[in-house]
């Protein structure tokens, strides 16, 4: 029997719009690693904290031209 | 008083407090994926003007870390404008649109580009397990393949509350078929499945991979109806939840009309070939 046949009998004795979607999406194929890339969140990877200071130290200093470089302690 | 730019300055004195201390090892620990919750809990409590900005930027990163939107969601907007740390938000705001809808804000300072570009991982560790696990099964290392196969799918299944397990379903089916390609038997993987997902869900990902290979198959219906079984009887599953089931139990009913039709047709054409013969 088809795919698309059983879905689309099963959604007309019933069955949720959700739950049909969720199954023809889990049914759709997958391209690994095209549509695994795609399909997953950005991924982010430790630095460590002197590249987010850098980049506040830049963008604050630029945004604040009485000062705010680096030493604004105090 | 001047903004601090940089906390790491606070340690500079000739006596810093505690709480400098503690601000400092907490931005250190969110900021190389290491865990230091005694810092954290003591930043949590410190509400100086100059100081609270660098708390929820720990706490942001924390969270944009973790993969947790809600929580950078939360945490972003206590990012006091004009503050130091604020510059950031919207490189939080463009990993919060690429997390949610898949579309990175395009960010037009070079510093904030730059530093989502340094973040930011060029390809998914996940999506390079699933690959090696490809390679381990088409090299025939079933021991390794196995291995790598029920640690990606329970990764992805965990990966996010919502989208996660049907990400994994999806991918255990696709990676079911191939098996049936290579002449495996699949139930023989269930109890993988099953570690992976749970008994529901393991279940649920036996009986789609079945409803897919049946088409091209149809004597693999029997064994779809039984995968289907015994999703049913098993208690509920992220993906496979009551409404899931009761789809599945419609299909299952689709599928058990269908057998009766051809075992009617079955018994129809025995007595025409008698008479022919």
Known sequence: MEVSHILHKAQADGASTESITQLREALQGLDVPADLAEALPPALQFVGPRPWINAIKALYSKGNTQGGTTDERN | ?277
């Open chain 2, 1 to 277: 008083m001047s903004p601090i730019v940089d906390p790491y300055i606070l340690l500079e004195q000739p006596k810093p407090l505690p709480e400098h201390w503690a601000l400092v090892d907490a931005f250190d620990a969110v900021t190389n994926g290491m865990d230091n919750p005694e810092a954290l809990e003591r930043i949590r409590v410190l509400d100086h003007t100059e100081l609270a900005s660098w708390k929820w930027l720990v706490f942001t990163i924390k969270a944009l870390y973790e993969g947790n939107a809600e929580a950078v969601e939360l945490a972003v907007q206590y990012l006091e404008d004009g503050t130091p740390p604020a510059v950031l938000k919207p490189l939080f705001f463009t990993w919060l649109s690429e997390h949610l809808h898949g579309k990175a804000v395009f960010l037009n300072q070079p510093e904030l580009a730059d530093l989502y570009t340094t973040l930011r991982i060029h390809q998914h560790p996940l999506v390079s397990r699933a690959e090696q696990t490809e390679e381990a099964l088409q090299q025939g290392l079933i021991p390794l393949f196995e291995h790598q196969f029920e640690k990606t799918l329970h990764a992805l299944y965990s990966i996010h509350p919502n989208e996660g397990p049907g990400l994994a379903i999806r991918y255990g089916v696709h990676t079911l078929c191939m098996l049936h390609e290579m002449g495996c038997r699949l139930e023989d993987f269930l109890t993988l499945l099953v570690q992976a997902l749970g008994e529901a869900d393991g279940c649920c990902c036996l009986a789609l991979a079945f409803i897919k290979l049946q088409e091209a198959h149809p004597p693999l219906q029997d064994r779809t109806l039984k995968a289907i079984d015994a999703c049913l009887a098993a208690k509920e599953g992220r993906f496979a939840n009551a409404d899931m089931k009761k789809t599945l139990g419609i299909i299952k009913t689709g599928f058990d009309a269908l057998d009766r039709i051809q075992r009617k047709q079955k018994v129809y054409r025995e007595p025409v070939q008698m008479e022919l013969f």
